[in-house]
C-alpha cells in the first residue's frame, strides 16, 4: 500500500464495497462488520452523485451531533466526491465503476474518505487561473481540513481522506 498526503498529513484508511441500498443509515452495523462512528455510501459516475454525498454527509452529521462542522464536512465531501466522479471513475477500467464516501468519527476527529477504482494520484495542491471555473477543489480541502492525502490501494485504486477536527467544537 502506498500513501501520499499533503504537508500535514499522518492517517489513512478505505471504506469496503458492499451491496446494500445506499439508504440504508450505518449499514455496516447492520451487517456487522463495523463500529459506531463508520458510515459509507456507494457513489456512481453520475452528476447527482455530488449532491447525494452533501445529502449523506449532512444527515450522518446531524445523527452524530456534529453541527458545527457540518459546513466543513459537506464541502470537503463534495470536493473529494466531485473530484472521483470527473476524474477518476470516467477512467476506470471496470464497466459502471463505482466510488465509495466513508464518514468516520471518533470523539477529536472526522475523517472523510473517497474510494475510487482509478490508482492516479490527485492533482496536487495549487492555485488555479483566476478566470477558470475549476480546479479549486484540493485547496478548499486543504483549507477546511487539519490534515489530507490520499492512500493507493493494491491492485488498483486510491483512498483520498481528510480530517477535520471536531473538538472542542462538537
Do not use: Y
Amino acid at each position: 500500500m502506498h500513501t501520499e498526503s499533503a504537508p500535514r498529513s499522518t492517517h489513512t484508511g478505505s471504506p469496503e464495497r458492499v451491496s446494500v441500498p445506499p439508504e440504508i443509515a450505518d449499514w455496516g452495523l447492520q451487517l456487522r462488520i463495523s463500529a459506531p462512528g463508520f458510515t459509507a455510501r456507494r457513489l456512481t459516475c453520475r452528476p447527482e452523485s455530488v449532491a447525494q454525498a452533501r445529502s449523506f454527509t449532512r444527515r450522518a452529521l446531524r445523527r452524530w451531533h456534529l453541527g458545527a462542522v457540518s459546513d466543513d464536512a459537506v464541502t470537503v465531501a463534495s470536493e473529494l466526491v466531485g473530484n472521483a466522479v470527473r476524474h477518476a471513475l470516467p477512467h476506470a477500467s471496470t464497466p459502471d465503476p463505482v466510488a465509495w464516501l466513508g464518514l468516520i468519527r471518533n470523539p477529536a476527529h472526522l475523517v472523510c474518505a473517497v474510494t475510487d477504482p482509478v490508482p492516479a494520484p490527485p492533482a496536487h495542491v495549487c492555485l488555479p487561473d483566476p478566470l477558470t471555473d475549476t480546479g479549486r477543489g484540493l485547496s478548499v480541502v486543504n483549507a477546511l481540513t487539519h490534515t489530507w492525502g490520499w492512500t493507493r490501494l493494491s491492485p488498483t485504486g486510491k483512498t483520498v481522506w481528510a480530517v477535520l477536527l471536531t473538538w472542542p467544537h462538537a
